[in-house]
């Protein structure tokens, strides 16, 4: 499920509307629960556990959700009523098109999200031992045929809980727990019934009884007895909009790594979200991958907008960039590319939406409706280069320029190529520019487009194209020149000028240990003798500290400045380097950043070229 399954959604949203009306999803869920404990089903898992340890998300997964579908008011898509399209029909119809269409490259995981364990009403169903029961109407064989039916395929099988203990498995804390002598639900939450998760649908689990962990063993035991390949955990905190301690369930993160490395089959366990970046450390020791942002869906007549929550992800992403790699994966959410009018996209959008999922090593999971996919979305999701550039072993890219409506994110790769992408966020065509500069080198380079497959030349210092509103262009760039010469300058030097609030201070991870900081309302730090041998303008490189988002003005000389907006570095601990474009004139000069009314970054050091 997602951060809003479980309750209807309204039309397209503002970002802040989104958060808003997720005030209110508990209520559809509690309002139905089912608090009787039916007997047991085929489903029930047996007593004998056996170890399993293998590696998972050595490489972003692969593969397709339910959501997006079932959350869409697109005409036809939920018949039934909301977020009905969930079903076992559905789920294996989904299954056999990606068996058939997208498997051979890459995709495998087939994801059932919230609510198969309620019916059309959103009534949940729990077996004896107060663990999810699926719904006899929405999966009639059970979740172990679907899982065993998946498998036929070729394919992975994913399932889906919210975090905590559910209000309709407490039954008055009478509900024994499988395996557990003496255990019941009253012996594995707080006694004062605190509420959790991103809709305070469920009750604190209270890990210092040890029949809490019994608990969460005996649903991991089910998955994998019933031969599930992945688990999502939705509305884990911190994150999903909540916080403090009834929200942190970080132990539960724990329990359930714990649970599945005894269940007897490896299960990958995926986070949802909106996650705590500040707890980006847990996350990436207890699961193999995060969301780290709101539900891409708009819930309104198509799977997605553009403005509703996919551009979101150029914001944010950056300052996660740092903490995926194998084992565990920022999270970007579904990738609705494929099925054109019920995407609600243009085809920029679509081409962008996957670039940029595909450079931050996002999963690729898409939520369309593979049995109706267009020849443009097929094109998308098959082109073997670009997901090779989501699979590859690269660092995950983030923006080298600054993040206005036209930016250069990249990355370098092992063989020495760099990974460069060029996106127009702006409402209106424009040209943007990669400089070589940005990367550190100079000179010559070939190009490759991945995603018109063809060989571009060679390209000297940079390339540039003309973008269509919110569009993109994606690049292997291969340097044939020589390591660009530069000169380092230090923000906290002597020889530099601080004004206003602005101060040094000790930065580990900058360069020389300390940094400028103190940049707001009217602090400025100026660099005094940036020498360059030529006039001309010179792609300088910023190092910097910034746990938010912040804009800076940024002028040479005496000139008036522009406003950078430098993306988040992800915390006030981490250093990151973006390049600004600046007029140097040969001989000394100077270069100031100024935070004008607002808070800038602080400032490490500049690198700035020698020549042209």
Not at 449 to 461: A, E, I, Q
Request: proline content about 4%; overall charge neutral.
């Amino acid at each position: 499920m997602r951060s809003s399954s479980y309750s209807a959604m309204p039309g397209a949203l503002s970002r802040s509307g989104r958060r808003a009306t997720r005030a209110a999803l508990v209520v559809a869920l509690t309002a139905g629960v089912a608090t009787a404990v039916p007997a047991a089903r085929a489903d029930t898992p047996s007593a004998t556990p056996a170890a399993t340890s293998t590696a998972l998300a050595a490489k972003p997964y692969m593969g397709w959700s339910s959501w997006s579908m079932q959350s869409s008011k697109y005409p036809g898509l939920n018949p039934d009523g909301d977020y009905s399209y969930l079903t076992e029909a559905n789920v294996l119809k989904q299954a056999k098109a990606l068996s058939s269409k997208l498997k051979a490259y890459g995709y495998e995981y087939v994801n059932i999200d919230a609510g198969w364990w309620m019916d059309k009403d959103w009534k949940s169903g729990f077996d004896q031992y107060g663990r999810q029961k699926s719904d006899p109407v929405r999966f009639p064989s059970g979740m172990k045929s679907v899982a065993d039916r998946i498998h036929s395929l070729g394919l992975k099988a994913g399932i889906y809980l919210p975090v905590g203990l559910e209000k309709g498995a407490y039954n008055d804390g009478k509900t024994p727990i499988w395996n557990a002598e003496g255990c019941t639900t009253a012996d594995i939450v707080y006694g004062d019934l605190r509420t959790t998760n991103g809709w305070d649908s469920a009750y604190k689990i209270d890990f210092s009884d040890p029949c809490a962990q019994k608990y969460i063993d005996s649903q991991a035991r089910q998955f994998a007895d019933w031969g599930y390949d992945f688990l999502k955990v939705d509305g884990v905190g911190p994150g999903s909009f909540k916080s403090g301690d009834n929200y942190d369930n970080v132990a539960d993160i724990a329990a359930w790594q714990k649970a599945i490395a005894t269940a007897g089959r490896p299960i990958h366990l995926e986070l949802s979200w909106s996650l705590d970046i500040n707890h980006a450390a847990d996350w990436k020791k207890y699961s193999n991958g995060w969301r780290i942002d709101t539900d891409i869906e708009c819930y309104c007549n198509t799977l997605v907008t553009w403005e509703n929550s996919v551009d979101d992800r150029w914001d944010d992403a950056p300052a996660w960039s740092n903490k995926a790699g194998p084992g565990g994966w920022n999270d970007l959410d579904a990738l609705d590319v494929g099925n054109g009018e019920m995407d609600g996209l243009t085809k920029a959008e679509r081409q962008s939406y996957m670039t940029l999922w595909a450079i931050s090593k996002s999963p690729l999971y898409t939520g369309d409706d593979l049995t109706k996919l267009d020849s443009y979305g097929v094109s998308l999701l098959t082109n073997k280069e670009v997901i090779a550039v989501d699979q590859s072993a690269s660092p995950v890219a983030r923006p080298v320029t600054s993040v206005n409506d036209q930016q250069v994110w990249g990355t370098r790769n092992a063989d020495g190529s760099h990974t460069v992408a060029l996106f127009n966020l702006g409402d209106s065509p424009a040209s943007v520019t990669a400089n070589w500069a940005s990367f550190g080198f100079t000179g010559n380079a070939s190009v490759r487009d991945l995603w018109n497959k063809s060989n571009l030349g060679t390209h000297k210092n940079k390339i540039t194209a003309t973008l269509p509103a919110h569009g993109s262009r994606l690049f292997t760039v291969k340097p044939a020149g020589g390591t660009l010469a530069t000169t380092s300058y230090e923000a906290e030097d002597a020889a530099n000028t601080l004004s206003g609030n602005a101060s040094v201070a000790g930065c580990d991870a900058c360069s020389g240990g300390k940094k400028v900081g103190n940049l707001y309302s009217g602090g400025k730090v100026r660099f005094n003798n940036v020498t360059v041998q030529k006039d001309g303008i010179y792609t300088v490189k910023v190092a910097y500290v910034s746990g938010d988002a912040r804009s800076v003005n940024v002028f040479s000389n005496t000139g008036n400045g522009s406003g950078q907006k430098f993306p988040s570095t992800g915390d006030w601990s981490t250093a990151e380097t973006v390049s600004v474009q600046l007029a140097l004139k040969a001989g000394a000069n100077t270069i100031t950043f100024d935070s004008g009314s607002g808070y800038a970054p602080d400032i490490d050091r500049i690198v700035v070229p020698k020549s042209l």
